[in-house]
Nanobody, 127 residues
Framework: QVQLVESGGGLVQAGGSLRLSCAASGRTVSSYATGWFRQAPGKEREFVAAISRSGGNIYYADSVKGRFTISRDNAKNTVYLQMNSLKPEDTAVYYC????????????????????WGQGTQVTVSS
């Protein structure tokens, strides 16, 4: 069982930055990779970025590569998503999710494989 608590969403102008945080708790937190997903109204949930359980393996969606950075602080059991050069099309509800991987370094992009989800945090980018 893993619990995820998100923070950091808000309203920002195009070109600005936000940092999202995902704080995890639970007995087996170290056995999970973490992903970020987003969902805009009327659209499917979209993969954004993922990071392996130790932080050594990272994967980004093409739409955010070069603008967003995912990282983790294992001492704090927290994963971050630094979002720079934000665009109006980045507007969505952002979710963090935990994927059970055991001792593997794998990261996966399909939302269907993730086991636990945060509550979501709204990110709105104005033009």
């Amino acid at each position: 069982q893993v619990q995820l608590v998100e923070s950091g969403g808000g309203l920002v102008q195009a070109g600005g930055s936000l940092r999202l945080s995902c704080a995890a708790s639970g007995r087996t937190v170290s056995s999970y990779a973490t992903g970020w997903f987003r969902q805009a109204p009327g659209k499917e949930r979209e993969f954004v970025a993922a990071i392996s359980r130790s932080g050594g393996n990272i994967y980004y969606a093409d739409s955010v590569k070069g603008r967003f950075t995912i990282s983790r602080d294992n001492a704090k059991n927290t994963v971050y998503l630094q979002m720079n050069s934000l665009k109006p099309e980045d507007t969505a509800v952002y979710y963090c999710a935990a994927d059970f991987v055991g001792l593997s370094r794998t990261v996966r992009v399909g939302p269907e494989v993730y086991d636990y989800w945060g509550q979501g945090t709204q990110v709105t980018v104005s033009s």
